[in-house]
């Protein structure tokens, strides 16, 4: 059985949002399984010195744009959030919290999450809506509620983190197959490729 | 006529050698020109905040090891330069200086300066180095050093650098196609779908 490939992302990033989108078909055609794994983005931004995209001024403006028009390409609906970016504590713990229940549900709850927060322009950061979305999948709103604030599931996702930046993980979206790193939505070609070829 | 599409780039980014390689091709395939305006990066980046991407501990790493891929999968020689980055003043007032006479071998100058640069990991911050890969399109070393410290050329570069960044040109490569701007060699495939449906 081939290594999984492994997706690392924030759910507060925009290009995670295209990249989840594709990401799936793409490995599973060449019959690997995706993994998805939300992390804080900014625990590695510490370690890079990097800042959100929107904090340059210049900077904010391009990207902005660009996300709109990415959104128009890929025929994904769009809608920039008022509260950007975020930290994207409570989406990531429901995620792990649903994932050691059902993988497959945890990674419809994330899409979810992420058409919520960029399709509808929705908060997703309270406690309450990350509840919602996940009772769409059938949990019940009280028991997600409850997992947000366990000390297992908190712990979880620092130790899913801190895993992510030993593998030198420092981007939203970052793929890694078989040990090769991809940075950015703008790197699925290459994922592809690699998987094609199987390496240089 | 249609208006040229705009190639923005700093002589010491690996991502304009993986551009210029097919950027011409790209936009002449529409009808289009392609204008190539090197610039100083490193004062757009005054504006942005940003460094160069080997200052980030982690993510110093992971470039090198994408740029060697790049080149690979691209088929261009690649040979990462001892002296990174550099302030590309010498071959940018020299490209303006060619530019203005004969555009063409410009062009030719700017691909033989990247591909000396990162094809063949050899310095081309020099007056020297760039008086001799400008003799390789027909001029005169000693005219093209008595040229880097002309005070109209000097001039020149910076009028150039200002033009740009007041354009909102902040990174390497950028592209600028009837006003939309799209940054990265990444982002080609972009470019290309602007110049076949015209826009949004």
């Known amino acids: 059985m081939p290594n999984p490939v492994e997706f690392y992302f924030d759910f507060s990033s925009p290009y995670a949002y295209f990249a989840a989108q594709q990401i799936d078909r793409l490995v599973e055609g060449f019959g690997r399984e995706c993994v998805w794994k939300p992390y804080m983005l900014g625990a590695a931004m510490k370690n890079t010195g990097a800042q ?23 025929e994904l609906n769009w809608s920039m959030p008022d509260k950007f970016p975020f930290a994207a504590i409570a989406p ?25 927060y960029f399709g509808k322009g929705e908060d997703i950061s309270s406690k309450d809506a990350v509840a919602a979305i996940a009772a769409r999948q ?3 709103e009280d028991e997600v509620m409850a997992a947000l604030d366990d000390e297992a599931i908190k712990q979880r996702l620092k130790d899913e983190t ?19 790193g991809f940075w950015g939505a703008d790197r699925l070609w290459m994922v592809k490729r690699w998987l094609k070829s199987g390496g240089w």
Not at 162 to 180: L, M, N, R
């Open 52 to 74: 959100p995209l929107t904090e340059y001024p210049v900077k904010s403006d391009y990207v902005k744009n660009d996300w709109a028009r990415l959104a128009r390409f890929q």
């Open 138 to 140: 059938g949990f019940a």
């Open 162 to 180: 801190a895993a992510a930046i030993d593998k030198g993980v420092f981007g939203s979206p970052f793929f890694i197959v078989d040990g090769e």
């Open 92 to 116: 990531s713990r429901a995620f792990y919290w649903i994932h050691d229940q059902d993988p497959a549900k945890a990674k419809a709850f994330a899409w979810d999450c992420l058409e919520t």
